[in-house]
């Protein structure tokens, strides 16, 4: 069971919820209708009993077609994300470095931290200020290493995309959860799937070289 705000009959629906700050797409086919759908609203997928709803979803592009079934529109729906690349930008220097003496061999020694220098931030503080630039409310960054303090030169740069650019540095990625919240997550970290999921379609492959070795 799939639907979104304006649709009255769901042929078939998919969603890919990826990890980034790309939007998600859901891709669904309807049967052709006189009203309009709406562009923007709740999209919702109850399967095996468990409801997920992903709100400020956005049509992206429509299409007819014809087959057997006869016409067919097939709708483009992106995730919430799609407003982080939107617009919105953010500017800031922070851990600014001072240049330090040369030693007496006459090397010089590696820029530092400009001690009681106000720019001075952690990764999870910044990554709280992309998030917060990004209209997002509740977040966990608690998984950033934070024993860093990364140089950065924002100048009207898109949040979401500092944001990702940090996290990979520091090996994590963006998340935006099932339950409409966003975590920045350390890469390789978490639980495993369970193995009872049912299963919607299975297939076989062959590979030729391998079997004629």
Known sequence: ????????????????????????????EIAPQSTPVSTE??????????????????VDQASIRFDERGLVTSLSIWDRRWK????????GNYNRRQANAATGAGLQQPPTLVPRDGSIRTPRQLAALCLLAMGEATFDVSQLPNDTYPLVEWENVNPAQALAAMAEQLGCRVVLRLD?????ARTGVGLDLPHDLPILSESITISLSAATR
């Open 84 to 91: 982080w690349n939107a617009g919105g930008s953010l500017s």
């Open 1 to 28: 069971w799939r639907t979104f705000p304006g649709i009255r009959q769901v042929l078939g629906a998919s969603f890919v919820l990826a990890h980034g700050i790309s939007a998600g797409v859901a891709s669904m």
């Open 180 to 184: 409409n919240t966003v975590q920045v």
């Open 41 to 58: 609203g709740t999209l919702q997928f109850r399967f095996a009993g468990v409801l997920l709803e992903f709100p400020d979803c956005r």
